[in-house]
């Protein structure tokens, strides 16, 4: 196996996902280097062609999810469709999937029919709930998940309602994170065994692994603890006016607050009470602590606070928008973004990856055009000949 087109090469993944959580899963293991086969609805593709973000008309949803990736198409309801998906079912080791709950077995390609046709097939299935679940059959969506789960009621500021998460499809992109690390289980598995496996995938379940202490902490207490604007664990710790704009100074630890103190003169917070932590946290000397650091943050402007707050050691700094990120030295090192060609737009920066090793160099490619690999997958890996794929083409099975 070559190390130089990263450590997943020499594996092929077919992936049958629409919108985001399946797309990234199948993304992070092209980036990885696996051989990734976009599945796409002849005639349409993956929803995404066809909604998100556009510039000058020109989708950018599809290619952001959809980097090293080839595109073929299927009708998915044709026959001649579904007997092309059991050849690639034969020729590949991983098959990841989103539809809704049983709409593979509507095709008649059910896990026990895939495990039969490739034993050491890994198939890999996201849905809302999970199989099992009372509400397997329920649509899952990220902001459905956010509702259902208690997140979107955590994320409120004092006197709001909940809110959404601002637009920002997280929980999509963990059930892709999580499923693609169950992947890489199924696969060291698979190589003690040589027998394949099912993965079932609930964002529903991503979601309550997120909540982290807040389950604990209700289980026993009753209590939820809603801190959108003020810490309760820490102080000061927690987000502030600027002069120009908003910054976050996270300086509650003992020896964090002692490096604020380096920088201002206040009597308030110079008060020797506050030296400890649990004097800072008591209701009774919180405010005093947390508009006393208010009253320091307005001095400056948040470009200010970056550079005072790294001088000093404390984590904190300018709330930045999109357009700050885009300006920031960080955001171009390493893998964080890649430049990649867009048809009609040129290069354009996307997210890349958070994964970087020691002895592998990743490569990324552009998002493919719809079906632009048919002859390459159907004719190379399935060994049809150019009459029979413009039959196929005919036919509208393709």
Known sequence: MSADKGPLTGLRVLDLGRHISCPT???TLGDLGAEVIKVEKAGWGDDTRHSGEFVDGINLYYPTENRNKKSITVNFRSESGKKLL??????????????????MKKMGLDWETIHEINPKMIMASISGYGKGSPYQDRPGFDSIMSATTGIMDLNRA????????????FIDIMAGMWTTIAILAALRRREATGKGQYIDTAMYDSCLYSLNTYIPFYDKSGIISRNATKNAYDCPAGRYESKDGYVICLAGGDNLFERLLTITDDPVLHNPLYKDHDARIDPANYDDINNAVAR????KTGDEWDDIFASIG????KIKDIGDVMKSPATFARNTTVKLEVAGLGEVTFPGTPLNFSDETLHFTPAPSLGEHNEEIYGGLLGLSKEEILQLQSENAI
């Open 25 to 27: 899963c199948g993304m």
């Open 158 to 169: 004092e006197g709001d309602g909940p809110r959404i998460t601002g637009g920002i499809w």
């Open 296 to 299: 320091l943050m307005r001095t």
């Open 314 to 317: 404390v984590p904190g700094g």
């Open 86 to 103: 059991r050849g690639l079912i034969e020729k590949s080791d991983i098959l990841i999937e989103n539809f809704r709950p049983g709409t």
